[in-house]
């Protein structure tokens, strides 16, 4: 087939409003707006280091991941009460909503809070809480996981999951975020076992900054059903080539990969690589306070900076809801909405 791009951007933009999507690789905590940061500083009398909302933009310049994890875990300071998970988590889904997302998988990361002193229960009811009113007002589905965070000792993920127990029914899964190098995927081979054995959905950043080895672990040693990121598999074509056997899903997140200087630049971002080579992958905003963009933000710079053509960004959506964790009928029902909203843009775009 030969390859077809957009007309327009006005026709992008309108095949991306058109699209039902789903996103899966989200940090709630990453979706704090500086505004709402400060709105929430002044209601819990929390002092931030910053003396306005200019002021945090501009500490968002970031040379590699743990620069900006630095950054993320300090904005976390401000979420205390239920109403503040709520909140967060509220405004996310309503900004995801415009952008016609209907399926979120939310990561959230507990012992950012819990070492606070900020109760599980009060992270997870607060998040779950909006979800509900998301699925009420407008039929969004939606699904929490559970991070662990990786820079700390296994005993503490175990410890997190055990806490978490009493709000099982609101998880679909756990995950495995923050300082990538020196913590692979096998130091946390127990917990994953845990979570496994609860019935709960296995996922894990690996291969955003950490080499394909940590891929490989993810996979072999814990079991996950997804890659978060997963780009540096690309450096390694066996890897690549189970993948795609396996049709392993990788959650990819260009704005971010650019912002923490995974790539150099979104021409040289290996999403449309990843397509080529018959991967399951998809696009997602992972931290969009942080990263300058939505998730509609993130597919439109990669249909300019890669020249996607409409077929090219179909696909990636579909891997989207391929990818879910949502039951088979509603998969289906999604599809089917994407499948005649793509047709209704064809005859108006395409
Ligand atoms: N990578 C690892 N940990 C994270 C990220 C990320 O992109 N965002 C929030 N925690
Ligand atoms: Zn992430």
Redesign the pocket.
Known sequence: MTHVVFKSEQAALALLAALPKAELHV?I??TLEPELMFALAMRNGVALPYKSVGEVRAAYAFDN?QS??DI?YAGTQVLITQQDFFDMTWAYLERAHADHVVHTEL?F?PQSHTVRGVDMGTVILGIHRACQQAAAQWGMSSALILCFLRHLSEDDAIATLLAAAPYRAHLVGVGL????QGHPPDKFARVFAKAAAQGLKLVA?AG?EGPPAYVWQALDVLGVHRID?GVRSMEDAALVARLAAERIPLTV?PL?NMA?QVTPNLATHPIKTMLDANLCAMVNS??PAYFGGYLNDNFAAIITALSLSPQDVLTLVRNGFEASFIDDRLRVQYELQLDNAMAQWTVQHG
């Open positions: 940090h905590e990453g991941l900006f994890l993320y990561f990361d975020d923050s300082s990538e950043h955003e990121h997140c971010s923490l992972d931290d």
